[in-house]
Nanobody, 124 residues
Framework: QVQLVESGGGLVQTGGSLRLSCAAS????????MGWFRQAPGKEREFVAG????????GYADSVKGRFTISRDNAKNTVYLQMNSLKPEDTAVYYC?????????????????WGQGTQVTVAS
């Protein structure tokens, strides 16, 4: 059974940085795509960044492009989200997700597996 466990959230000042981690287990991920999504109170869950596990190709939401970087460590089955230049509007619960297809998509409904989420709060 696939399990995704996020860590690394917290409280940070505007302009600060955080690195989120997503440890994956219980499956074979070489043919998977991984995504980071976020959900703020009263808003829909939105795509942040994604990476194809095999090729390493990535995709980003326009709102985070140039500030966030997604990466993976195949040996550790872990995906990271490095977040720099954080803004108050980045405040949300961040979720890691996985799908059994190599291509990254932005639609959360296409991801079968989800972590429990980690809170990121950016103080102004």
């Amino acid at each position: 059974q696939v399990q995704l466990v996020e860590s690394g959230g917290g409280l940070v000042q505007t302009g600060g940085s955080l690195r989120l981690s997503c440890a994956a287990s219980g499956g074979t991920f070489s043919s998977s795509a991984m995504g980071w999504f976020r959900q703020a109170p009263g808003k829909e869950r939105e795509f942040v960044a994604g990476i194809s596990w095999r090729s390493g190709s990535t995709g980003y939401a326009d709102s985070v492009k140039g500030r966030f970087t997604i990466s993976r460590d195949n040996a550790k089955n872990t995906v990271y989200l490095q977040m720099n230049s954080l803004k108050p509007e980045d405040t949300a619960v961040y979720y890691c997700a996985a799908r059994n297809i190599v291509l990254v998509t932005r639609n959360p409904a296409t991801y079968a597996y989800w972590g429990q989420g980690t809170q990121v709060t950016v103080a102004s």
